[in-house]
């Protein structure tokens, strides 16, 4: 079964940067788009960023843009999201999961519903 692995959080003071990774174990991603979640606590989870196939295309939530760069490296079979200028808001546990395209554009926020979630990887921002 699908099980997607994300790592790479921590503690950051706001104004810091951190870069996450995610990872599928036994699964090529190449052939997929994939996002970004986040989960703050007592909060839904809610769409960050995505990336699309072949060609790269990336879009971004609202709250996150000129701030946040999603990329993929099919090669390592990973997809990162680097993050700079980070807020106190963007606290939370980010995850990674199989994303829609739609007219050849990645959905944030929106998941494909094959395998599963992942244990997250938790990013918490404060002095």
């Known amino acids: 079964q699908l099980q997607f692995v994300e790592s790479g959080g921590g503690l950051v003071q706001p104004g810091g940067s951190l870069r996450l990774s995610c990872t599928a174990s036994?699964?090529?991603?190449?052939?997929?788009?994939v996002g970004w979640f986040r989960q703050a606590p007592g909060k839904e989870r809610e769409g960050v960023s995505c990336i699309g196939t072949s060609d790269h295309t990336t879009s971004y939530a609202d709250s996150v843009k000129g701030r946040f760069t999603i990329s993929r490296d099919n090669a390592e079979n990973t997809v990162s999201l680097q993050m700079n200028s980070l807020k106190s808001e963007d606290t939370g546990v980010y995850y990674c999961?199989?994303?829609?395209?739609?007219?050849?554009?990645?959905?944030?926020?929106?998941?494909?519903?094959?395998?599963?979630w992942g244990q997250g990887t938790q990013v918490t921002v404060s002095s």
């Open positions: 999961m199989l994303a829609p395209i739609v007219s050849h554009r990645c959905i944030v926020g929106a998941r494909v519903h094959f395998g599963s």
């Open positions: 036994g699964f090529s991603l190449d052939d997929f788009a």
